[in-house]
């Protein structure tokens, strides 16, 4: 009885211990601080036909629930993995990312899924993987002045942006065991996985029509680089996509991808996002797209970061 209790405190300390590797914050690129020897590369994607498209390629998946989450551990292009639907939106994002930290030796994120584009030189159907992300909804709600809106003298963290009338941007408050608590306007994706991602990518063919023939204009792409944002507001609103654009320079939109980016920095493991658009936040020409391409979407995200996962054998 003594030597089961004994390994039984043996396995939960080795699975619920939280595994450390540094992202920095956007402003500064700070380098991952040491990732662990050993571990698993975590995959996340927030609905059902990204969660399609991402649990057919693992290989002897074995799956189990925690809490009412769906967890499949696997190989993926020989890769020991955990793919976790996250559930959409913030906080179900950042929750369940954190509970994967927790309970297994995670030592880096991937997250997979579709975005509305918002640059204008993307289409539906391209995949970008941002440097960067923003938490675009993270505000002060100004007061009305005669000249426009304002946040309090006094308060901290706000980023000097435009506002998008009384919504003023604010920056995010959060430290790590190797970075002091400061205010981050963004988080850095890890440098490296950038740079194996743009080694990956190559000629991929990705997707241009759906199952019911519904396609594309042109080829999809793929884009390495640029910044994304994420809110708890699915955008579909061609004033708010200009503006998303022109402050933050934004490429797509999600609600997601910040808030585990936000997650990963804390403690410290490595982080990068793919995403393809499947809509154009309200630039598209008649009716929003997403309902049409979303699978299409999904897919094409996954043919890129199955191509990234086979860079990092």
């Not at 040491?34 to 390629?57: D, K, N, S, Y």
Request: charged content about 15%; proline content about 5%; glycine content about 10%.
């Amino acid at each position: 009885m003594i030597r089961s209790a004994y390994l039984l405190l043996t396995l939960l300390a080795v699975t619920a211990a939280p595994f450390a590797a540094a992202t920095g914050a956007a402003a500064t690129g700070a380098p991952a601080t040491g990732a662990p020897a050993t571990g698993q590369t975590a995959i996340l994607c927030a609905f059902e036909p990204e969660w399609t498209a991402l649990v057919a390629l693992v290989k002897h998946p074995r799956t189990r629930t925690f809490e009412g989450v769906r967890v499949v551990s696997g190989t993926l292009e020989g890769q020991s993995v955990l793919l976790m639907l996250s559930g959409i939106s913030i906080v179900n994002a950042a929750m369940n990312t954190q509970f994967l930290i927790d309970h297994f030796p995670v030592k880096r994120i991937v997250f997979s899924g579709i975005a509305g584009g918002v640059d204008p030189a993307l289409s539906v159907g391209d995949v970008i993987v941002p440097e960067r992300w923003v938490e675009s909804m993270e505000l002060t709600m100004g007061r009305a002045m005669p000249d426009g809106f304002a946040a309090p003298a006094w308060m901290p963290g706000m980023t000097g942006l435009p506002g998008y009338g009384m919504m003023l941007p604010r920056g995010v408050r959060v430290g790590s065991a190797h970075h002091p608590e400061e205010y981050h306007d963004s988080f850095a994706a890890d440098a490296g996985l950038l740079a194996l991602a743009r080694s990956a990518v190559g000629s991929i063919a990705l997707k241009d029509c759906t199952a019911r023939q519904a396609c594309l204009g042109k080829a999809p792409k793929v884009v390495i680089g640029g910044t994304g944002v994420s809110g708890p507001a699915f955008v579909d609103n061609k004033e708010y996509r200009e503006y998303l654009y022109t402050t933050f320079h934004a490429a797509v939109t999600d609600m997601e991808s910040a808030a585990v980016a936000q997650v990963a920095f804390r403690n410290e493991i490595p982080f990068i996002v793919f995403r393809s658009v499947s809509d154009l936040a309200g630039g598209d020409a008649s009716t929003n797209q997403m309902n049409t391409f979303m699978q299409l979407a999904a897919d094409n995200s996954a043919t890129v970061l199955t191509a990234f996962m086979r860079a990092l054998r």
